[in-house]
């Protein structure tokens, strides 16, 4: 039996890849913190690893004494943060300490993935609205996305194993929070958007998502290369909320868009706000980055060609999906 490692498996992400790679078979290893919430992995097959990604040595032990892994999705990470050197501490380097840490236990895997993002680009071109390519420069804004470049960098420049860097669009489906406030706002009656012109986006259903990381792995074509992935359409954030509205079956919605001046001073006080908590906040000055871009569109064309698929939900068929589990599990 093939054994994999998925690096935090206890986040969003984290828990449909450990159930799609059950569904495959594999000894499926879930690294996660011993304070982290296994709410999303509970089946009974799978194993668990705490591992100390900041320290080489210890982490190189610990990974010799499990004697490797025949492959590893890298997928833990921060997406926000209360100090933006985190992001660097955590996407970056804790990346650089695992990849030499395989190398240096002697064990490394057929083939590592590093989940990255669209936003290790930066926003597109926002008068042509011209999909972000893969050969396109990466010039990102954010912290996060500069993180995750750096991320980028380290697996480029090692030749210990072959890799796969795989960067999402949006992100939704079942138990996601970020796009259920979206929803739950919806289902209240109000539609807020960032700026008064539309975003153009692109999304990726989980269930996809983790489909095709697997299918990855276990395409020996496919190896020292990178991919964006999304359901291969696009959409303005004016659709996704008629989406919403329309499987909700809201018959009145009142939509606000919202300058992006007042944004940045709502994403302002909320991140103050969460200074005086202690605990880091979903609108932030370094999301706002990501809010105010206009077009945040990609080309998915070569990862599906090369997988030889199409995605198996658009994006009308995911949200009735991610739907009906909030409402069957009380979120909604």
């Given at each position: 039996?093939?054994?994999?490692?998925?690096?935090?498996?206890?986040?969003?992400?984290?828990?449909?890849?450990?159930?799609?790679?059950?569904?495959?078979?594999?000894?499926?290893?879930?690294?996660?913190?011993?304070?982290?919430?296994?709410?999303?992995?509970?089946?009974?097959?799978?194993?668990?690893?705490?591992?100390?990604?900041?320290?080489?040595?210890?982490?190189?032990?610990?990974?010799?004494?499990?004697?490797?892994?025949?492959?590893?999705?890298?997928?833990?990470?921060?997406?926000?943060?209360?100090?933006?050197?985190?992001?660097?501490?955590v996407n970056a380097q804790y990346t650089h300490n695992l990849i030499e840490a395989l190398a240096a236990a002697g064990c490394p895997p057929r083939k590592?993935?590093?989940?990255?993002?669209?936003?290790?680009?930066?926003?597109?071109?926002?008068?042509?609205?011209?999909?972000?390519?893969?050969?396109?420069?990466?010039?990102?804004?954010?912290?996060?996305?500069?993180?995750?470049?750096?991320?980028?960098?380290?697996?480029?420049?090692?030749?210990?194993?072959?890799?796969?860097?795989?960067?999402?669009?949006?992100?939704?489906?079942?138990?996601?929070?970020?796009?259920?406030?979206?929803?739950?706002?919806?289902?209240?009656?109000?539609?807020?958007?960032?700026?008064?012109?539309?975003?153009?986006?692109?999304?990726?259903?989980?269930?996809?998502?983790?489909?095709?990381?697997?299918?990855?792995?276990?395409?020996?074509?496919?190896?020292?290369?990178?991919?964006?992935?999304?359901?291969?359409?696009?959409?303005?954030?004016?659709?996704?909320?008629?989406?919403?509205?329309?499987?909700?079956?809201?018959?009145?919605?009142?939509?606000?868009?919202?300058?992006?001046?007042?944004?940045?001073?709502a994403c302002l006080c909320s991140e103050w706000a969460g200074r005086l908590k202690g605990r880091s906040m979903t609108l932030n000055t370094d999301k706002?980055?990501?809010l105010k871009a206009r077009n945040w569109t990609c080309d998915a064309t070569s990862l599906w060609q090369d997988l030889g698929t199409t995605p198996a939900?658009?994006?009308?068929?995911?949200?009735?999906?991610?739907?009906?589990?909030?409402?069957?599990?009380?979120?909604?």
């Amino acid at each position: 039996m093939k054994r994999i490692l998925i690096t935090g498996a206890s986040g969003f992400i984290g828990g449909f890849l450990a159930e799609e790679a059950l569904s495959r078979g594999y000894e499926t290893w879930a690294g996660v913190r011993s304070s982290s919430s296994r709410a999303h992995l509970q089946d009974q097959r799978i194993r668990f690893t705490d591992l100390k990604y900041d320290d080489v040595e210890t982490l190189t032990a610990q990974i010799a004494e499990h004697g490797g892994w025949d492959y590893v999705i890298h997928n833990a990470g921060l997406t926000r943060t209360l100090n933006n050197g985190d992001f660097y501490r955590v996407n970056a380097q804790y990346t650089h300490n695992l990849i030499e840490a395989l190398a240096a236990a002697g064990c490394p895997p057929r083939k590592f993935i590093l989940m990255s993002s669209l936003s290790s680009y930066g926003g597109g071109d926002e008068k042509t609205l011209v999909p972000i390519s893969p050969d396109d420069p990466q010039q990102p804004e954010s912290e996060y996305g500069k993180s995750k470049l750096e991320a980028e960098r380290f697996v480029r420049q090692q030749s210990h194993f072959p890799y796969v860097i795989l960067r999402p669009t949006g992100v939704y489906g079942p138990g996601e929070k970020d796009y259920f406030m979206e929803i739950k706002s919806i289902q209240s009656g109000f539609d807020f958007t960032a700026g008064l012109r539309p975003q153009h986006i692109s999304f990726i259903y989980v269930k996809d998502l983790a489909r095709a990381a697997l299918m990855i792995l276990e395409n020996d074509a496919i190896a020292n290369a990178h991919y964006f992935i999304s359901d291969g359409k696009e959409y303005t954030d004016t659709q996704f909320a008629l989406l919403i509205q329309n499987i909700l079956g809201k018959k009145r919605l009142l939509r606000l868009r919202i300058p992006t001046g007042l944004v940045y001073i709502a994403c302002l006080c909320s991140e103050w706000a969460g200074r005086l908590k202690g605990r880091s906040m979903t609108l932030n000055t370094d999301k706002y980055l990501i809010l105010k871009a206009r077009n945040w569109t990609c080309d998915a064309t070569s990862l599906w060609q090369d997988l030889g698929t199409t995605p198996a939900y658009d994006l009308r068929q995911g949200l009735e999906d991610c739907i009906a589990w909030y409402r069957r599990e009380g979120w909604l």
